[in-house]
């Protein structure tokens, strides 16, 4: 078993991990990663059974996040490890319902990139007309 941490050294784990998230909230650096499937193989996957199994184990995984969240101050714990442990399982929760809604929500961002794509084609077609007059 672990050394138990001090007040302080809670505080400043948990000072930590709120600076931690705060900086991977204000990034969109997940946007530039291409999208290199089409729309139809992301929602093929959510059709998968494949894809059925890993939403299965992910659902009980969430479950048991949640239940572990209800039970938390049982023990009566220090404040702040149980502030801790509260915020380590909000965010693993968070990013079990993140990867769950991966397959549609990358669907819906290639057809906006293709939805884009076009209308820039239409654009510089309709430019190289215009200037071809």
């Not at 930590?16 to 650096?29: F, P, R, V």
């Amino acid at each position: 078993m672990g050394t138990l941490k001090t007040s302080e050294q809670l505080l400043a784990d948990v000072e930590e991990e709120l600076l931690a998230a705060q900086l991977e909230g204000s990034s969109d650096a997940d946007q530039d990663v291409p999208i290199h499937s089409s729309p139809r193989d992301l929602r093929d996957i959510e059709k998968s059974t494949a894809w059925k199994d890993i939403k299965r184990r992910l659902l009980a995984s969430l479950v048991s996040r949640r239940d572990q969240m209800e039970v938390l101050g049982e023990n009566a714990g220090h404040p702040l490890a149980i502030l801790s442990q509260l915020g380590n399982l909000q965010g693993e929760a968070f990013q079990i319902r993140t990867f769950l809604e991966m397959p549609e929500r990358l669907a819906q961002q290639k057809e906006m990139e293709l939805k884009d794509g076009e209308e820039e084609v239409r654009r510089d077609a309709a430019g190289r007309a215009a200037e071809s007059r």
